[in-house]
């Protein structure tokens, strides 16, 4: 037995636990460089705000102008708020896996009196993250995903929707159309909406191998999963990641090359620190440049170099490698309004055979970097860096409503007065 508990609103509730002012309010929160509306509450979705909906296009339309709130995305205090709700659950359940920021599969086996532990997991959770939730539970992960989305959108007071019993989910499925299961794409939905099969109980009752036919194993997976056959199992350990990128927009057009060559750096300077903090090194790096597609009475030009990197999670080696693709690709007379660094071929230390002839003394570069790890854990990023990078702040995203790092730096924590 499975629950999915997924906070409400996620971005916009982190806004508002800690501003008390944007509670009951419309509120978004904006994308990348204050882009598209990532997330909105209910009240921005009656005003008519859409997900995905170009910000200043829509900003000034009637009944959004002036009405609905907006905020720049704090994944920092997002990722620590999702930190907290997690802790919570950990301390409640067998198993949690995350499955992203704001939702989380955990462990009901063997447990009793399922509905009342949710409505406590979510009192809980309100109280050490003040973020509202909603839990579905099914005997499947895709059941209880499932009726997390019912409980969602249409029982959003009560916060919990119970699927797993049989009765309960006949009953459900002859309502629910086939595009709220996960892992329905708008492409399988339409080949069975032109067999007249449009919602969950006719998918179901499907023969089994006319579904494989249709829509391959996978398809025939999720049939055996919305029929209580549990084919997804928690994954405690999440398989090891492939690649690693660090992609910003710029908050304003450059054409220096000195200026690229800093913004580029301060990407690799980020990456090399996740890439430690996974316990990986890399031996392949991918960097591109871009010029804005939107504006094509410009010059365009969108150069990118891939290529093979000596095994390393260095930050001065990565951003060498990094800083001398720039020279090789940078051209005079563009404005260049975006960059990126991937990294590539990761793999535990352990997987490389120690090289006879390194360009850098790996024992002299593993203390170095631990102590730049060390000392940015503990005052925070921009305390300590390589001097070819930016300040604390240089060539980050454009943020103009960005909220406190509440929880995570000392300098913007709320104060309380007297």
Known sequence: MFG????????????????????GVPLVVLSNNDGCAIARTREAKLAGVKMGDPWHLIKDKPGIKGVVDWRSSNYELYGDMSRRMYQVLEANFPAVEPYSIDEMFVDMRGLNDLVGRSHAIRVEVRKAAKIPTCVGIGPTKTIAKLANGIAKDYHADIGVCDMSTAERRTKLYRDIPLGEVWGMGPQSVK????????????????????????????????????????????????????????????????????????????????AGRRLRAAGMVAAGMQVFLMTNRFKPTFPQYHPQQTFAI????????????????????????????????????????????????????PKRSAVIMRMMDSITDRHGRGAVRIASTAPEGGWSMKRQRLSPRYTTNADEMLQASI
């Open 310 to 361: 000596e095994a390393t999670s260095d930050t001065m080696a990565l951003i060498g490698s990094a800083t001398r693709s720039v020279d090789r690709m940078w051209r005079d007379g563009f404005r260049y309004v975006k960059a990126g660094i991937v990294l590539l071929d990761l793999h535990p230390p352990s997987a490389f055979p120690p090289s006879m002839f390194p360009t850098r003394d």
């Open 191 to 270: 080949k069975l909406a032109k067999l007249g099969i449009e919602t969950v109980a006719d998918f179901v009752a499907m023969p089994s191998d006319e579904v494989r036919d249709i829509l391959t194993v996978t398809g025939m997976r999720t049939q055996a999963e919305l029929r209580g056959q549990s084919c997804l199992s928690l994954s405690f350990a999440p398989p090891p990641k492939k690649m690693l990128a660090v992609t910003r927009s710029f908050g304003r057009v450059i054409t220096d090359r000195a200026e690229m060559r800093e913004a580029v750096a301060t990407y690799a300077e980020l």
């Open 4 to 23: 999915l508990i997924d906070g409400n609103s996620f971005y916009c509730s982190c806004e508002r636990a800690f501003d008390p002012k944007l509670r």
